[in-house]
């Protein structure tokens, strides 16, 4: 049976990828880490790991009747995770309609088989992978703030050394 590696996110708009690209390329020199490429940046909601067609359907009609209003998210925060090799921006207080949102679809997850981290969820963007050395983090004098508006549904694709994020579908959320 074939299985497709899936997670639901949260997209970034095209611009604030670019803006978020320039500055990393300010913030970090090349050998801290491999940077994530612009149209990948994104902030995971649920990971759902090999999926068949069958379970992947009935988590996207379970997606389909979640009710959640839009919400703003303030990038303001960043960290290094040295075990996992990654450098990330977050938020310093995530918005109640963030924490929701992922809580339901990580318990739609879990209910459907799909095992879900014990870790607490820490919405982040992966910026840099393989970081795994000693790195100085940039002064927490950045902020940008985005309406999120909608949630998705991705599949990774990996290909010719490349990871690759298709959306496969998106639900709005409530203005
Ligand atoms: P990361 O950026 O912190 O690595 C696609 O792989 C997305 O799902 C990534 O954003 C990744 O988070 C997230 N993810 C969460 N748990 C994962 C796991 N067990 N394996 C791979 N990716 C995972």
């Given at each position: 049976m074939s299985a497709r590696r899936l997670f639901f996110g949260i997209g970034l708009p095209e611009p604030l990828q670019q803006q978020l690209v320039r500055w990393r390329a300010e913030q970090?020199?090349?050998?801290?880490g491999r940077p994530v490429a612009a149209a990948n940046l994104h902030i995971t909601l649920a990971f759902l790991g090999d999926v068949s067609d069958e379970k992947a359907q009935g988590l996207q009609q379970l997606a389909g009747r979640i009710q959640q209003r839009a919400f703003n998210l303030d990038l303001d925060d960043a960290g290094h995770w040295p075990r996992p090799g990654v450098v990330w921006l977050g938020c310093r207080q995530a918005p109640r309609g963030l924490l929701q949102l992922a809580e339901m679809l990580r318990a739609q997850a879990a209910r459907s088989g799909c095992h879900q981290s014990p870790q607490p969820f820490h919405p982040h963007i992966t910026l840099?992978?393989?970081?795994t050395r000693p790195i100085a983090l940039p002064p927490r004098n950045f902020h940008w703030q985005f309406r999120v508006t909608h949630f998705s549904l991705y599949q990774s694709l990996f290909s010719q050394g490349r990871t690759r994020y298709r959306c496969l579908q998106s639900w709005p959320l409530s203005e």
């Open positions: 970090f020199p090349e050998e801290a840099l992978r393989n970081a």
